[in-house]
């Protein structure tokens, strides 16, 4: 009967290691799963960060190709603007011509 129950206590000995050393292992798990999502946190504030400049700077081309179009429009503007002065210039001198063709006859 001793020799049994020094067998069991042995046993139970063991049985009781075993449930710490998985005590320590669940614990060494737990603190890594709460770090795991620590880290993913971390990584969830830096990717809306990193979204919002994309959306900042998307904003920011989408202003400078407006800016661009707005520029070129002017720019052909401009351009149709200098095509009408030429022509009113060379109407204005046809007409000085007409005119001088006119004064010239009258006074004949």
Excluded: C, F, H, P
């Amino acid at each position: 009967w001793e020799e049994e129950r020094t067998l069991l206590e042995g046993k139970a000995t063991e049985l009781e290691e075993r449930v710490q050393n998985r005590q320590a292992a669940l614990d060494a798990t737990k603190g890594r799963l709460m770090k795991a999502q620590e880290d993913r946190t971390a990584l969830q504030t830096r990717v809306r960060e990193l979204q919002t400049q994309v959306d900042d700077y998307q904003d920011k081309e989408t202003q400078s190709a407006l800016v661009e179009a707005d520029l070129k429009a002017s720019q052909e503007e401009l351009k149709a603007a200098k095509e009408e002065a030429k022509v009113l210039r060379e109407e204005a001198r046809t007409s000085a011509v007409a005119k001088r063709e006119v004064e010239t006859k009258l006074n004949i």
